[in-house]
């Protein structure tokens, strides 16, 4: 292993400075933010979170970035953020914002893989985290990138290492990518049968499409199939916050995992972060030992997001719900949630209080449709097979991380090396 700073083995650039006149809803060029980082997994994403991302100005051709340009933060809008890296998806599209720095390596010296790994180290992101301006958003700069210290091994074991932890990454982005496919299978479906109205009837064909009677329903104000009804979540739906642990009983490993509001995201659990402990306290509750299957709702912060629970040994921290109902109700509850409908409802309510809080007796007294419950479980009968292979890849992509985030240390510190067999198995 060798001693450099990064600025000799790197060039760190800022990214343009653009005009808010024109961010835009739409057009042809993406600004990057920092909404791009997803910092738990270390990778890129869409950044959703805002309308106006788009930008119709003009720039340099140098800040239109290209597919497999490595991109880092410069300022911390969430804890953890800087030092987080993430590789640009697609040519052409995406503009780097002066919020965001480019890294070039000098091939010579550093394999570009290695660096991704290298910069999101801890290593890396202490030093960087104790650099940062100490102000209410903390930043850093392609200087105190450059000055980080860090000790790396020959070039031809760098390119084992990167090329072994990108193909972990590359299996995790596909099982990522089908359950996104499975996701919006279900959410098809769901639309089709309780949206469109359009399940089988009983001949097995669409049930308003073919003409099958419709009747208009006054609270709801349009027609729904004959036989379903309009009523509250509440008269089936329960939510139940989680109990309220002593964070001086957490450590970083221990039987159990605590699901804390960071952990939902949207439409998937992340585990990855969770704080452990090794015995249940003694009055928690039943539904606080989480069970495969279980739907999540956040409760505080983004409100209204929703996710299934895909591994065991989990436990439910305050501030976040988890569904209590019949088995023949928890789907179509979770999809209606997770519909714009639903969600948009949520954050309304959420954002009707002084600080983004979600009541969830006031959320279960929205009124939806109930459909017959011949036309439930036969909804559910189609969907299983869709939930069960999306908690199978899940538990793949959980596999996966942890070996990763097992082994990242490890190879950055010389601990172990790459057995060439298994980098190509």
Same mark, same amino acid.
């Given at each position: 292993?060798?001693?450099?700073?990064?600025?000799?083995?790197?060039?760190?650039?800022?990214?343009?400075?653009?005009?808010?006149?024109?961010?835009?809803?739409?057009?042809?060029?993406?600004?990057?933010?920092?909404?791009? =980082?997803?910092?738990?997994?270390?990778?890129? /994403?869409?950044?959703?979170?805002?309308?106006?991302?788009?930008?119709?100005?003009?720039?340099?051709?140098?800040?239109?970035?290209?597919?497999?340009?490595?991109?880092?933060?410069?300022?911390? !809008?969430?804890?953890?953020?800087?030092?987080?890296?993430?590789?640009?998806?697609?040519?052409?599209?995406?503009?780097?914002? !002066?919020?965001?720095?480019?890294?070039?390596?000098?091939?010579?010296?550093?394999?570009? &893989? =290695?660096?991704?790994?290298?910069?999101?180290?801890?290593?890396?992101? &202490?030093?960087?985290?104790?650099?940062?301006?100490?102000?209410?958003?903390?930043?850093?700069?392609?200087?105190?990138?450059?000055?980080?210290?860090?000790?790396?091994?020959?070039?031809?074991?760098?390119?084992?290492?990167?090329?072994?932890?990108?193909?972990?990454?590359? /299996?995790?982005?596909?099982?990522?990518?089908?359950?996104?496919?499975?996701?919006?299978?279900?959410?098809?479906?769901?639309?089709?049968?309780?949206?469109?109205?359009?399940?089988?009837?009983? @001949?097995? !064909?669409?049930?308003?499409?073919?003409?099958?009677?419709?009747?208009?329903?006054?609270?709801?104000?349009?027609?729904?199939?004959?036989?379903?009804?309009?009523?509250?979540?509440? &008269?089936?739906?329960?939510?139940?916050?989680?109990?309220?642990?002593?964070?001086?009983?957490?450590?970083?490993?221990?039987?159990?995992?605590?699901? *804390?509001? /960071?952990?939902?995201?949207?439409?998937?659990?992340?585990?990855? *972060?969770?704080?452990?402990?090794?015995?249940?306290?003694?009055?928690?509750?039943?539904?606080?030992?989480?069970?495969?299957?279980?739907?999540?709702?956040?409760?505080?912060?983004?409100?209204?997001?929703?996710? &299934?629970?895909?591994?065991?040994?989990?436990?439910?921290?305050?501030?976040?719900?988890?569904?209590?109902?019949?088995?023949?109700?928890?789907?179509?509850?979770?999809?209606?949630?997770?519909?714009?409908?639903?969600?948009?409802?949520?954050? @309304?309510?959420?954002?009707?209080?002084?600080?983004?809080?979600?009541?969830?007796?006031?959320?279960?007294?929205?009124?939806?449709?109930?459909?017959?419950?011949?036309?439930?479980?036969?909804?559910?009968?189609?969907?299983?097979?869709?939930?069960?292979?999306?908690?199978? @890849?899940?538990?793949?992509?959980?596999?996966?991380?942890?070996?990763?985030?097992?082994?990242?240390?490890?190879?950055?510190?010389?601990?172990?090396?790459?057995?060439?067999?298994?980098?190509?198995?």
């Amino acid at each position: 292993m060798k001693k450099y700073k990064l600025g000799e083995l790197i060039e760190v650039s800022r990214g343009a400075s653009l005009c808010g006149d024109f961010y835009t809803a739409s057009g042809k060029y993406i600004r990057l933010t920092c909404g791009n =980082f997803d910092y738990h997994n270390n990778c890129f /994403k869409e950044n959703t979170s805002k309308g106006n991302l788009f930008y119709t100005g003009e720039f340099k051709e140098e800040f239109l970035l290209e597919k497999g340009d490595l991109i880092t933060p410069l300022t911390e !809008q969430a804890i953890g953020l800087l030092g987080s890296t993430a590789w640009i998806p697609e040519s052409g599209k995406y503009i780097q914002s !002066q919020d965001i720095a480019k890294i070039t390596c000098k091939e010579e010296l550093l394999d570009k &893989r =290695f660096a991704y790994y290298l910069i999101s180290s801890d290593m890396v992101k &202490r030093q960087l985290s104790a650099a940062a301006q100490q102000t209410k958003i903390r930043h850093t700069s392609p200087d105190k990138i450059k000055d980080c210290t860090v000790w790396i091994p020959s070039l031809a074991e760098q390119k084992k290492i990167g090329k072994f932890l990108f193909d972990i990454d590359c /299996k995790i982005e596909i099982n990522r990518s089908l359950n996104h496919n499975l996701e919006a299978m279900a959410k098809q479906l769901y639309d089709y049968w309780f949206v469109q109205f359009d399940f089988p009837d009983e @001949n097995g !064909q669409p049930y308003k499409s073919s003409g099958s009677k419709m009747v208009w329903n006054e609270k709801f104000k349009r027609d729904i199939p004959d036989g379903w009804e309009v009523a509250p979540l509440n &008269r089936e739906l329960e939510i139940k916050s989680g109990y309220a642990f002593k964070s001086g009983s957490y450590s970083s490993e221990g039987m159990f995992k605590i699901i *804390t509001i /960071k952990n939902v995201q949207d439409g998937y659990l992340n585990i990855s *972060t969770c704080e452990c402990i090794e015995t249940l306290p003694k009055d928690i509750k039943k539904w606080c030992i989480l069970q495969k299957g279980d739907r999540l709702i956040s409760l505080t912060g983004n409100c209204g997001r929703v996710c &299934r629970v895909t591994s065991e040994d989990l436990l439910l921290n305050q501030r976040v719900g988890v569904f209590c109902c019949d088995g023949l109700f928890s789907e179509y509850f979770y999809q209606f949630l997770a519909s714009d409908e639903g969600n948009h409802y949520c954050v @309304n309510l959420a954002n009707g209080a002084a600080q983004a809080n979600l009541s969830p007796i006031d959320l279960c007294k929205m009124e939806l449709v109930y459909p017959s419950r011949e036309t439930l479980s036969l909804f559910n009968k189609t969907v299983k097979p869709i939930i069960q292979q999306y908690i199978a @890849n899940e538990q793949k992509i959980e596999n996966f991380t942890k070996l990763r985030n097992d082994l990242l240390p490890l190879l950055m510190n010389g601990q172990v090396s790459v057995n060439y067999d298994l980098a190509n198995d």
